[in-house]
């Protein structure tokens, strides 16, 4: 039986990628005494030797454009009860980080309390891609903790089981 491909816009092209399942993470950075953050969940591996990351962000993503200055971001990838937080850091809430549990790395980079796990970086190059920039990291220092991830399905949060 052969398929016939469907033509593709922007709307059907979400909604096919959004039948894969992602992890959701909030990326964050201090810039010039202020806090930014904001949820992604275009986040993967890229490199063991040396070990990096990407993620995308939006063009003109004030988030973006801190860490684009600043050279250094924090990634924190959120456990399964926590997606009130993905929701809080894709909104118009003007200070995402008020009334947060937040620690911050030695470099001063927000980790928030209770995420899956939590990364260090340090941008080694962006790239344009269309309306969002790739930004790719250099992991500097991560660690994790024993709660389940969050993960995103077709518009809806769930969590991560074992077959």
């Known amino acids: ?26 990326i964050a950075t201090e810039w010039n005494g202020e806090l930014f953050g904001a949820t992604i969940n275009s986040l993967t591996s890229v490199s063991l030797d040396p070990c990096m990351l990407l993620f995308c962000t ?6 973006g454009a801190a ?6 971001f924090s990634v924190n990838i959120l456990g399964q009860h926590q ?10 809430v003007k200070n995402r980080f008020e009334d947060l549990a937040v620690a911050f ?4 980079l927000p980790l928030l309390q209770g995420a899956a796990a939590r990364l260090c970086c340090r941008v080694a190059t962006t790239h344009k891609a269309g309306d969002h920039d790739i930004i790719l990291g250099e992991v500097l220092t991560g660690d994790e ?14 969590s991560f089981q074992r077959a």
């Open 1 to 26: 039986m052969m398929l016939s491909p469907t033509a593709i816009d922007s709307k059907r092209f979400r909604s096919v990628m959004s039948t894969f399942p992602t992890g959701v993470a909030i």
């Open 58 to 63: 939006n063009e003109g993503s004030s988030t």
């Open 67 to 72: 860490i684009r200055q600043r050279g250094l």
């Open 83 to 92: 997606s009130d937080l993905s929701h809080r850091f894709t909104g118009q």
């Open 105 to 108: 790395s030695a470099d001063g």
């Open 145 to 158: 903790s024993a709660c389940s991830p969050l993960v995103f399905h077709k518009g809806s949060y769930g």
